[in-house]
């Protein structure tokens, strides 16, 4: 029996703008509303109500500048909501939103705004690919069911091509719900990580046989650590002239020439003034913080998961900064920020605004949301002044997009 509901049900809306993996539809009445499903910015399309949402029944008119999506699994797939568009005006799209989200969230009118820096290449930048695996299948979820895919074109090619050889293998009964496939910046070791036991036959073998897969590890079960079972456990990473030797499960930025482009940005910005002591709060590896050492007479990176060595601190940042003589006992002219798309905690906000003082935040966000919200705290009665932001595109053919901004000290 059919479950779509009847033509009478359907209302109709203009698609204006991308939004975090819906698109915001305008509805004849005037009402906004989040739609879900393969729609883009100057689409008319038809939807059913859900509630406060969306779902797309039908595109009526496409978008003057629509291209057919390059990848044949876009209309199931849901990872890349804005291929249907040229590369050129997903870049508009992406910065609009950067600035648009700046003025209405945090307030901000006025800012030096250098623009979106646009990936030299729009398909096969990524350096890791993230699957889910269920029933012999392979592909991306839309949080409720797998959408198998044969490939996917974000991946570099050596990803591409590992897929492509491991995947037959996934058919025959194991116990794997995910599958990550990771490459080091030269492109010629790649790494793999399984969630899930027991392994299919003949995976391991095939591994070890592949003289591209440099290490293969596991995590059986959801609370396990990942143990490297094949190989090295870990990948050498080269961003900014600093080279990182890995853990294959620790956060890495994506886009191998973007992030280079960021953290590079970040560091020209970074040496415009001195800087005697940098705090860099989520510093994960050290992206930021390694390179920013040659800038910097002291620096100190915190994360829930450190780089190694004297200059990184292990700590919860989810509410405050952790009470260690490590931060307490320096006075911190500059703070470097970079953390998950939920943003920094008030409270964070405040003590670094408060206590730590900076002459200088430079915040890296994954999500203009929130990062217009913790802008517009430190901002909070004039202690911080916007002063420069630009967008870079670590993530083309997604909604997804990378922001730097330089806080100064009013
Ligand atoms: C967007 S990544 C940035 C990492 C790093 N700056 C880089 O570019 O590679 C966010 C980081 O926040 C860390 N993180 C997430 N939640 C955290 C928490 N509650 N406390 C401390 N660190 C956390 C993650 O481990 C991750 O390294």
Redesign the pocket.
Known sequence: MSTSPPPSALETAEILDIGDGLMLGQCPSGEKIWIDGPCVPGDSVRFHRNGKRGTLTQVDTPATDRRPAPCPHFDTCPGCTLQPLPYERQCELKAEKIVQTLRRIGGFKEFDWRGLRASPEEFGTRNKLDLQVSGGQIGYTNGRDLLPIEDCMLGNDVIRDILAALKPLLTAPHGIHRLTIRTQTDRTQAHILVRGTPLPEGFLEACAADPRISGLSQQPQKTDPYHCILGSPTLSMRLAGVDHDLRAD????VHDQQ?EAL?QTAMDWLAESPCQNLL??????????LPAARHAQHILG????PGSGPDFLA????KDLPDDARIRDRAWDVVLT???RDGMEKRLCKQVRDQLRPERILY?S?NPATLARDLSRFCHEDIYKLQRVQGFDLFPQTHHVETLALLVRA
């Open positions: 620790a956060f890495f930025q992030a953290v860099d709060l989520f510093s994960g590896a050290g992206a930021f913080t915190i994360d829930a998961v700590a919860d940042l989810s970079d953390p998950p890296i994954c």
